[in-house]
């Protein structure tokens, strides 16, 4: 059985393919654009906003990815940083520190598509 892996950049499920079969354990990401585009300063500055926000609430207390989002950039910069956002929850849930909910259900951060809140694990 071939061990599961997440992206380090976007956080998605890497499928195994049959031409990585003698260079597995050297893949970290899921595409070209993951490899050129590997978390930075910005995207550190966000799962650490979505853990602070999740540490000010209540235990099992969800946010939205936009708290965080607009804790760190503008008021009208906030919108356009959705998408890096999520990534950045999705690099938390494979790191085990959080979960992705949908309709209050745990969900796989992969294929979430829609509004999605997040909650510490």
């Not at 050129?36 to 000010?56: H, M, Y």
């Not at 708290?67 to 008021?75: G, L, Q, S, T």
Request: glycine fraction near 4%; charge should be positive; hydrophobic fraction near 30%.
């Amino acid at each position: 059985m071939i061990p599961d892996k997440m992206c380090q950049t976007c956080g998605r499920a890497i499928e195994w393919r049959k031409k990585w079969e003698t260079c597995w354990d050297d893949i970290h990401y899921c595409s070209t654009r993951c490899r050129k585009s590997k978390p930075g300063p910005v995207d550190r500055k966000l799962e650490n906003a979505i853990l602070q926000l999740l540490d000010e609430r209540a235990k099992n207390t969800t946010i939205c990815p936009s708290e965080a989002a607009r804790r760190i950039f503008a008021d009208d910069q906030w919108r356009g940083h959705m998408e890096q956002t999520r990534r950045a929850a999705r690099r938390l849930v494979a790191n085990g520190q959080i979960e992705i909910l949908q309709k209050g259900k745990v969900i796989d951060p992969s294929t979430a598509k829609g509004p999605i809140r997040l909650r510490k694990k």
